[in-house]
Every structure is written in structure tokens, then in C-alpha cells.
């Protein structure tokens, strides 16, 4: 499952220095986690990992230490679309629609946007919660996170 590999990664690059997807694929190997290289590279974008130096001339994958940089709206619009299925509002609550498995990273990003119209996120597999105040902001939330789709 998704969510359980990517919190062994989180586990991985925080003990380890991991330099290459390979290298995040072995460490998951020997976690007895089965992954193709094309998962980890998928696992790497959602997480939203970057390469920083080690000191000694080497990169290993780490997480963002400034999460304004990681959450710029040329990501959001591209995270949008490749997770968001669609957005609606009833009083002062959107409630998007997400891949399975989508739902966290998509909520992180909208926590960590500070629009000040989003009091918070509350995300399942697939289904993101966003509460609105005033509750009259909601339809203004819902076409901003409808933009980042087109």
C-alpha cells in the first residue's frame, strides 16, 4: 500500500543517506517492500523529496526544509492535476476529489499554501475535507482550486 511504503521511505531518508532511486529502491528491498523503479520515482515526486549535499560532495534525497519553495503554484497546479479529480462546496465546506492515495499529499499542499480564507484540511484515501471561513469564501476557494485543473 502507498501510505505505508512512502512512511517506510520517510523512515528510510531520515536514517540514511540515499543518493539515487535505485539506492531507495534497495533500502525498500531489504524492508521486504517490493517497488519498481518507476514507483519510486512516483513516490519521489508525491513526496515532494529534493536532493541536497551531504558535505562531501555528494546529494542524497531529504525533505524540504522550507515548504514555501516545495509548494510553488506551478507544482500545486501540476500536483492538481495529476491527483485531482474534482471540487464542490456545500456551506463552508469543499470537498475535493482525489486519486486513491492522493488525498494527503494534495491536503499538505493546501496546508501549507496559507490561503487565510482555509481554516484546515481533513484528508482520507481519496477525499479532502477543507474547511472555509466565512463560509460565503467557499465558491471563491472552490474556482481557485478548480483553476489549478486546467
Known sequence: MKSVRQAVIKNIIDRQIIETQEDLAEALRQERIKVTQATVS??????????????????????????????????????FQDTVLGCDYS???????????????????????????????????DNIFIIVKPKDAAPDVTQRLLAFLN
Do not use: C
Open 42 to 79: 512516483r513516490d519521489i515526486k508525491e513526496m515532494m523529496l529534493i536532493k541536497v549535499p551531504t558535505g562531501d560532495g555528494r546529494y542524497r534525497y531529504a525533505y524540504p526544509m522550507n515548504n514555501t519553495v516545495i509548494f510553488t503554484e506551478e507544482r500545486m497546479q501540476r500536483l
Open 91 to 125: 456551506e463552508n465546506i469543499v470537498v475535493l476529489k482525489t486519486l486513491p492515495g492522493g488525498a494527503n499529499t494534495v491536503a499538505s499542499a493546501l496546508d501549507h499554501a496559507n490561503w487565510p480564507e482555509v481554516l484546515g484540511t481533513v484528508a482520507g484515501d
